[in-house]
């Protein structure tokens, strides 16, 4: 689906799980067989067959896994009870199959799949700008640091082309909304029965844990600002990638340390990239994308920093010793103007690693791949 499309299904869908939230009710079971769409782009959230209030007493069903494998939240699969959030993950599993076409985490097994869910991180292909930061904010493993649901709908809404209302104000439209999709896609979303998928059926899981939940990646250090108001500055050149410098309160990153990566140093940049997309700042009319909130642009960063990171960028030999962070942009710098022509504001995040004692990096560890 298009982006503006698919935010517009996610927006509505976001509203009913906030008017059942506010009920005290979880649904438990969000995914594309159960959202109906109606030929004029009129949504329903349907199947409330398993959902529960979330202080309801007869919760006690330990071991058993209700609910759609592919769609649930990790901290389900962990065999926690499901809280609102757990919806909010749900519906970021079913805007990345209505953006990308496919289920981020279903694999050929039930095992497989909640394996997926607890272990990987989801990319994507199709997606970018808020679209895709709301996709990955919902997305992210922990609870607590998911996207709240008015996150969501900021970023849902500027996905549209729309600037969320100001306060006692009115929301201005930048580009038509979507059209309704054409019946013959209706298929994607109709469905005429809702199904339970009880894991005792489809996987063989019975009472007691199915597997252990890996550890938390104890590598990962909490995640930095840059910039104006920031708790760092970062000033970098993409032609180099080895730094003498600490990443700290006060800390400064810039081309007065950099260095040769075959010489010592003490952290490198290992990837880099935008939070959403931005207009180029070669057109001086260009408009440029507005700052999605800090929460939104964390969440981006800190998944593709854990990817990149596992990935043969950092090889596996040597991350024994290693600890990554991402650094994001703060609201100020996002929002910086140029002070000459040429200059522009970083919008990039970027994400580091050092050794877990500071000590010096006496040969390269970051590989660069095509």
């Keep these: 689906m298009p982006a503006a499309q698919a935010a517009q299904l996610g927006e509505r869908v976001l509203a009913a799980l906030q008017a059942a939230h506010a009920a005290g009710i979880v649904h438990r079971d969000v995914k594309p067989a159960n ?23 007869r919760l006690t069903t330990s071991g058993m896994i209700v609910g759609s494998p592919a769609f649930m939240a990790p901290e389900r699969v962990e065999g926690r009870e499901a809280l609102p959030a757990s919806d909010l993950w749900s519906l970021g599993a079913t805007l990345f199959y209505a953006v990308e076409g496919t289920i981020p985490f279903e694999r050929a097994t039930t095992a497989a799949t909640l394996h997926a869910i607890m272990t990987e991180i989801p990319y994507l292909t199709r997606a970018q700008g808020p679209i895709a930061a709301a996709i990955l904010g919902l997305l992210v493993a922990n609870p607590d640091a998911r996207l709240s649901a008015a996150q969501a709908q900021h970023l849902l809404t500027t996905a549209q082309g729309v600037r969320p209302t100001p306060p006692n104000g009115t929301a201005m439209l930048h580009q038509p909304p979507a059209e309704p999709p054409k019946r013959s896609r209706r298929t994607l979303w109709l469905s005429g029965a809702a199904v339970l998928v009880v894991a005792a059926l489809v996987g063989g899981f019975f009472a007691g844990k199915a597997f252990e939940a890996p550890a938390p990646d104890e590598q990962k250090l909490p995640t930095m600002t840059y910039g104006l108001g920031g708790q760092m500055r970062v000033d970098t050149s993409s032609s180099y990638i080895c730094y003498n410098a600490t990443v700290q309160d006060g800390g400064v990153i810039s081309k007065d340390n950099d260095g040769e990566c075959t010489e010592s140093h003490t952290l490198e940049i290992f990837d880099t990239g935008d939070a959403i997309g931005t207009a180029s700042w070669s057109d001086s009319d260009a408009e440029v994308a507005a700052y999605p909130g800090q929460a939104a642009v964390t969440a981006v960063a800190e998944a593709r920093c854990a990817a990149s990171f596992r990935s043969s960028i950092v090889p596996e030999t040597k991350r024994d010793g290693l600890k990554y962070r991402a650094l994001v942009p703060t609201q100020g710098e ?22 877990a004692d500071g000590g010096p990096i006496s040969a390269p560890i970051v590989t660069k791949v095509k």
């Design 334 to 355: 996002w929002q910086s103007v140029p002070d000459k022509s040429g200059d522009y504001p970083t919008r990039e995040f970027y994400c580091v690693l050092a050794k």
């Design 35 to 57: 959202i109906l769409v109606a030929p004029d782009g009129r949504v329903k959230l349907t199947d409330f067959g398993i959902a529960h209030a979330v202080d309801d007493p």
